[in-house]
């Protein structure tokens, strides 16, 4: 059993940064791909960004490409979000969770995390 802790979630206005955490527990965390997700109000959940166990192989979408930066530190036991240049449309409860890469991108995930809120002021 794998739980997932998300946190760094708030309101911040336009232009403004933020750092999602993901802290994970048990002892498979450097052996799993990871994931950010999230789902905005009556829209359906997406992938945000992934990355591979060893942290070699990363993924964003283009939605977030260049202002969203995915990494890990397995040493800790966490994934980290860095969101910079906010976006009113970037607005969701994100969510962080675990699985293997291929099926990962497709939300086909092993754990979810309880997710966390982010409003992003216009």
């Known amino acids: 059993q794998v739980q997932l802790v998300e946190s760094g979630g708030g309101l911040v206005q336009a232009g403004g940064s933020l750092r999602l955490s993901c802290a994970a527990s048990?002892?498979?965390?450097?052996?799993?791909?990871m994931g950010w997700f999230r789902q905005a109000p009556g829209k359906e959940r997406d992938v945000v960004a992934a990355?591979?166990?060893?942290?070699?192989?990363?993924y964003h979408a283009d939605s977030v490409k260049g202002r969203f930066t995915i990494s890990r530190d397995n040493a800790k036991n966490t994934m980290y979000l860095q969101m910079n240049s906010l976006k009113p449309e970037d607005t969701a409860v994100y969510y962080c969770?675990?699985?293997?890469?291929?099926?990962?991108?497709?939300?086909?995930?092993?754990?979810w995390g309880q997710g966390t809120q982010v409003t992003v002021s216009s």
């Open positions: 990355i591979s166990s060893s942290g070699r192989l990363v």
């Open positions: 048990g002892r498979t965390f450097s052996r799993s791909d």
């Open positions: 969770a675990t699985g293997t890469w291929g099926r990962l991108i497709n939300l086909d995930v092993d754990y």
